[in-house]
């Protein structure tokens, strides 16, 4: 179970185990397998505080995540540019101090028309945004929320082929590193995960 920010302290619960109270952070995520009852269910939010407006700024959300049928570790080496601006390394999982990490991975050739593929990232929220998939943006917000992103890049993959993968930081924008210095990252975990359509 997931949700968006909100304006204002809130306390949420799930079938009347509260999960999160007002001295939590405004983003959670929460495995709620054991809560569900079977049928109805009951999502409750209370809030308080002197501001006003007070509520969702977007939305709260169920989830069922299957497991991956296939998967890519795209752990290890990632090459990019040190705030000096000389060729730099950076290992993931790992923190590390670099502009632009990019890791070239081959897509198998028979996942085509067969898999969706999702980058899936966890570490600091700011370092989980999507990527770069062979030129092409795929993210999940425009900044960062939470410590999790799975994004679907199946259409910027081109199967059979080697595939370049590049982290952008919460500092670009369509592109252009508005940045003078490298970016401090923190991932916990980086691969493909492959779904049957």
Known sequence: MGSKQYV???RLSLNGKML???SQPDYEEFDVTKLLNEGENVIAYE????SVPQGFIGQAYLYHEKPAVQ???LNGRWDGVAADGQPATITFPGKGTIKWPAR???IPKEWEGKYQVRLRIEGERSSVLGAWVNGKMVRRFHHGLGGKCDVDITNALRF???NELVLPSHHEQNGADLSAKAFNWNIQLIRLD???K
């Open 8 to 10: 204002g302290q809130a």
């Open 20 to 22: 999160s109270d007002f």
């Open 47 to 50: 809030f308080k505080g002197d």
């Open 71 to 73: 998967s890519i570790s």
């Open 104 to 106: 070239k991975v081959l």
């Open 160 to 162: 059979g082929e080697v």
């Open 194 to 196: 492959a779904y049957t």
